[in-house]
């Protein structure tokens, strides 16, 4: 006997290649070094596009700002992440005599690990994931948002008041774009029927982007604010309170939390590629055109696709307030995401088994509905911002940070 | 149920590498120290607290905005719907028109709810 893991995954072929060596009973081996070496090689994947990631994005903000970027080390300045990389290693470690010196080491060490945890479910190609887990989707919500608690970990563990504030913003930041993003995504599941991803990526006839613009919408923003990247980067607002978080650390540790902030945006990313874009799939494969390239190429020009529309967010959209970041996912985010569950509920329960021109007319049907609602929620929330209130009593300016 | 369990299994494994990578880098930091690649010069200057160059008035503790608790509650609510919206949505296809209306129901307390919460003003930041 033997695991029999998810029949046709990579996994699967690994573990029947080392099991071959083995005698019989010790299958259990095989099914731990199988999964240790898929495992290293998705950190490794996770690593390097990390680097490839933060390599693009200081070359993109540099073009969109109309300067250089890092174009010395390396062809086109691609090795600049591993020479950054090299320098912190050899800094010198400083912690505050107020540090809680436990806290203060473990938030680095666990930084970037609900990152790698959360990519193990997502097929990176036809076949090629590690896990397929039945509950999927929930596991990547929930897992997600354990990056929030290492933030707070770190702030709390740093002593420094600024640190602290940064880490309360980041919880309050993070509350409140996790119920627009999780409502976001049950428009997808009422249309896939499954929590699986790779059950998710089987079931879309059409990219969900086409189905569920709504969702696609809130989603991304929320995920955008989730990974506390500008213009939702009140977290670390240096013109307010230092660095946030990270006020207090150098070297090495200060490297681990960036290896984590930027790991992290590879996760929405392959969430949306995966989810709204039909992830490994050759989009032009129903075109009748040949499909030549691998799966795995598919996926990952999908995944830098979204990369890019985060990085084109941030070099364009300034920085946000506070009030405005909470009011935009409590007061516009959240009824959207409630406008798209019923319209996309009444759909599926008009149209259980969808043919071809069903399915093009909900496309057609969403689109309206997302046009509409997004239009006229802006119009009635400007209306709202210009009315004068007379009735509020002046607030008395206050320069105390929160 | 034995597939079921095996992998948790490699995910807790996997839980073990992926918290063992990052910190191996602060390992391999700390052997750059006693290869003495890597200064280590403490002063009890540098083991203040950053403050802008000033002596750090006062400790961590802080007053809040007590607004934190009310999204915090605000969350609860909305979340706890999560988990019912979740299964519901994922079997929808099996179960009906009662279980649309039955939902669109639930959605609706919900929705009166949050007016209610709008209308009181608990969704501003003051």
């Not at chain 1, 079931?203 to 500008?230: D, K, T, Y």
């Not at chain 1, 084109?312 to 405005?324: G, K, S, Y």
Request: with cysteine; charged share 15%.
């Amino acid at each position: 006997m033997g695991p029999v893991l998810a029949d046709n995954s990579i996994y699967r072929d690994v573990y029947s290649f080392f099991v071959g060596f083995m005698p019989h009973q010790l299958w259990w081996l095989a099914y731990l070094i199988a999964g240790l070496t898929i495992m290293v090689l998705l950190a490794n994947a996770v690593l390097l596009n990390t680097a490839v990631f933060q390599w693009m994005e200081r070359r993109l903000l540099g073009r969109f700002q109309v300067r250089f970027g890092p174009n010395r080390v390396g062809p086109f300045g691609l090795l600049q992440p591993f020479a950054d990389l090299l320098k912190l290693l050899l800094k010198e470690d400083i912690v505050p005599e107020a540090a809680d010196r436990f806290l203060f080491t473990l938030a680095p060490a666990v930084m970037a690990a609900p990152v790698f945890l959360v990519l193990a479910v997502v097929p990176f190609g036809k076949n090629s994931y590690l896990l397929d887990l039945n509950i999927g989707l929930l596991y990547i919500i929930a897992v997600g948002t354990l990056s929030t608690m290492v933030l707070f970990l770190a702030g709390w563990g740093s002593g420094n008041r600024y640190a602290l504030f940064g880490a309360t913003r980041a919880v309050a930041q993070l509350i409140s774009y996790e119920v627009p993003m999780v409502l976001s995504l049950v428009g997808v599941l009422l249309l896939a029927g499954s929590l699986s991803l790779v059950q998710i990526v089987e079931a879309q006839r059409l990219p969900f982007l086409l189905l569920q613009p709504l969702g696609f919408f809130i989603f991304a923003v929320a995920s955008i604010a989730e990974m506390n990247r500008g213009p939702f980067d009140l977290v670390e607002a240096e013109s307010e309170i230092v660095a946030g978080y990270h006020t207090e650390y150098s070297g090495i540790r200060f490297g681990l939390l960036q290896l984590g902030e930027y790991a992290a945006a590879s996760v929405p990313a392959a969430v949306i590629a995966t989810v709204f874009l039909r992830g490994w799939a050759n989009p032009f494969v129903p075109l009748g055109w040949p499909d030549v390239l691998p799966s795995h190429l598919w996926f990952f020009l999908k995944v830098f696709l979204v990369l890019f529309l985060f990085i084109w967010v941030r070099a364009t959209v300034p920085r946000l307030r506070i009030d405005q970041v909470m009011g935009f996912a409590w007061k516009f985010l959240l009824p959207l995401a409630l406008v798209n569950i019923f319209v996309t509920a009444i759909e599926v329960q008009l149209w259980r088994q969808p043919t071809t021109a069903q399915l093009w007319a909900m496309v057609l049907v969403n689109w309206v509905v997302a046009a509409v609602a997004v239009g006229g929620l802006s119009r009635a929330m400007e209306r709202h911002r210009r009315r004068p209130t007379a009735s509020v009593a002046p607030v008395p300016i206050s320069v105390e940070v929160r | 149920m034995e597939d079921y369990l095996r992998q948790y299994g490699l995910l807790f494994l996997f839980t073990g590498v992926a918290i063992g990578i990052p910190a191996s880098m602060l390992l391999v930091s700390r052997m750059a120290q006693l290869a003495r690649m890597r200064p280590h010069k403490p002063s009890p200057v540098k083991a203040q607290l950053y403050e802008c160059g000033m002596e750090t008035i006062g400790g961590r503790w802080n007053q809040f905005n007590i607004r934190y608790y009310f999204y915090a509650l605000l969350f609860l609510v909305f979340d706890v719907e999560a988990v019912f919206l979740y299964p519901w949505a994922v079997h929808f296809k099996k179960l009906g028109l009662f279980a649309l209306v039955e939902m669109f129901v639930f959605l609706a307390i919900l929705v009166i709810g949050f007016v209610y919460a709008w209308r009181k003003r608990a969704l501003e930041w003051r």
